[in-house]
């Protein structure tokens, strides 16, 4: 499979000069499968333009949204194939414990927040709850699993017959612990990452930034390192950058914890266009 | 040989976060009432620490700390918390238990109950605390 992100940003879209190389663009992955088969993982600024790249002969795209975060699916409105009568186009999500995924959506996509409705829109649409499952979409193997982050919150693993990945952009696992990591049983995500080729995961706050921010559901770069080196995920991509650090300042504070942490994987911070090969496919 | 249990789902991890975190003894149940995570007040209940042990199932529970009707409990005290929690999904709150902790100190105890349960109504386990009984 061929992971590219479109976006990498954490909360908030940070475009301009000093996040170019990076990307200012909030959460949006998209995964092609050895057939041509397309994922894309959430619905962040980035998928607008990911719609513009996919290939005309395209009839179905899913959409796996990890939770309804604005940074998540303030896209959702903007992507082209949900304009296309032509174009089956499946999102899949978790529901509340009060309402299913579709009135949630709708709490979006519906006035004053945005003027087409869900029902409105052209394409073939259908939407699936995805709280703790496992389905199939076309090669893709996947299984969703709740994961530790404010609200309904899902992460992804997404494997072919070759390769794997996990998609945990929004994660917590430390919170709460006094010593992270100590034992997979207990590790929020374990999972989901264990073993895979490539985990994109949560690395928004650097140690001295979390403390004012614990709870919020974000991870610093040494416990995602850690969570990659408990889960002996084969490469770790740093993702859900902080809008207010820059380019530099992201080398600076990645490399930091790299050097400190010694990870036993390659670690390779996601950018915006930067895909990764995996597998054979 | 022992396999390695499975991970826990987030929910019940983030039940034995806030245990951890709480003055009252806690202890947090799997379905099939083993012991799968009990706090530090807890540990001085059972004389044993969970760093040490992990898991426990329910035999070795009761011969740690025994735990039985105070004889003038009324007919409200009579049934059994962990098994409304589990058996009927219900909480449960018993005012008047006897523990006899692992150092053998004897307690009159409440005991409160109540089942986890995630967004999908899947009956994950229970938590148990345990409230030193004080006379009003």
Redesign the interface.
Known sequence: MKVTPYGVRGSLAAPGSATARYGGNTSCVRVTGPDGTVIVLDAGTGIRALALELPTTLSRVDVLLTHLHMDHIIGLGFFGPLYNSAMEVHIWGPASATLSLEARLRRYLAPPLFPVLLRDLPCRLELHHTGRSRFSIGPFQIRAARICHPGPTVGYRIETETSSLAYLPDHEPALGTRRFPVDPEWTSGFELAHDVDLLLHDAQYTREEYPGHAGWGHSTMHDALAFGQLAGVKHLAPFHHDPGRDDAALDKALDAAVAEVKPDFPVTPAAEGRSFDLGSA | MTT????????M??V???A??LFVPVLVFDTTETVIFYNEPAERILGVRFEETGRIDREEVDRLAELSVDPSAGPDDLERPLETALRQRRPAHARRWLLRRADRVRLQVELTTFPII???ERLLGAMAMFWEHHEP
């Open positions: 390695k249990p499975a991970q826990q789902s987030v929910e991890i983030l034995r976060q806030l951890s975190y995630d967004h999908e």
